[in-house]
């Protein structure tokens, strides 16, 4: 019934982990295949929506009709989303970003010795926040991965960063989070839980998510 929903719509989705160097050969990141991202991408050109999919690291395939940006950084990442915010109507941010990078990047391999190595991390830009401070008329949707307290964090997430919705999963939960085929979510509004979903296949989670958007999208566009 949803067929082409997100027809004339254009769609911004993230997805990955993103990729900290500390030198040529060494860098920091995080368990995320980019699974749940690329489902999002695929089940969002399926209801007609023009997709680009910025991708960090990712395992995932290649998806049809899918315009995909490599970046490696959050920093690369936040530069490639903001080229392309004023035009996107929806984005949703399923990456995992690091919130540290290496606060110096070595130009060749650090060499060891038989001292202790400290590493310096510095913050990166949060993304999703600055999206939320810039956000016209586009309809923002951030992920949370949590392993406690999951409404209070992701409805703290909501108001910090202005978004429509969060979608929580606890990463936790075998079946939920990074790295797996299926996923756990409880997707929130401004007014609290929306939404819980059982266990579903990531392909699953991504068209119920993409169904409660377009309602809201809609109820948005009315007032
Ligand atoms: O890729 P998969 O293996 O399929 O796994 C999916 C997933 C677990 C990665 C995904 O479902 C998910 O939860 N993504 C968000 C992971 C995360 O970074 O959560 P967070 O609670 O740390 O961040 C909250 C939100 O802020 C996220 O939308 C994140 O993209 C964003 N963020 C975080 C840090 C930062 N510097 N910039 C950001 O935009």
Do not use: W
Not at 6 to 23: F, I
Not at 48 to 60: E, K, N, P, Q, Y
Not at 65 to 81: D, I, K, P, T
Not at 119 to 148: M, N, P, S, Y
């Amino acid at each position: 019934a949803h067929s082409q929903d997100l027809a004339g719509k254009s769609v911004l989705v993230t997805a990955g982990g993103t990729v900290e160097r500390l030198d040529p050969v060494r860098f920091l990141t995080n368990d995320s295949s980019g699974k749940m991202g690329f489902a999002l991408a695929e089940a969002a050109a399926n209801r007609g929506a023009d997709v680009t999919l910025v991708a960090a690291r990712t395992t995932s395939e290649p998806i049809q009709g899918v315009n995909v940006v490599r970046v490696e950084s959050a920093e690369q990442m936040l530069q490639a989303v903001l080229e392309r915010y004023d035009t996107a109507d929806l984005v949703i941010k399923a990456a995992a970003v690091a919130d540290y990078r290496p606060a110096v990047r070595a130009n060749s391999k650090i060499k060891k010795s038989e001292e202790k190595l400290v590493l310096e991390l510095e913050r990166t830009t949060d993304i999703l926040k600055t999206l939320g401070e810039r956000k016209k008329h586009q309809f923002l949707v951030g992920f949370a991965a949590e392993t406690e307290q999951i409404e209070r964090y992701a409805m703290d997430k909501l108001t910090r960063k202005r978004c429509d919705l969060v979608v929580a999963n606890d990463v936790s939960q075998e079946g939920a989070g990074f790295n797996v085929d299926t996923n756990i979510v409880h997707i929130y509004g401004e007014e609290g839980l929306v939404e819980a979903l059982p266990m579903l296949q990531k392909r699953e989670v991504a068209d119920r998510l993409l169904g409660v958007i377009v309602n809201r999208m809609k109820a948005k566009t009315a007032k």
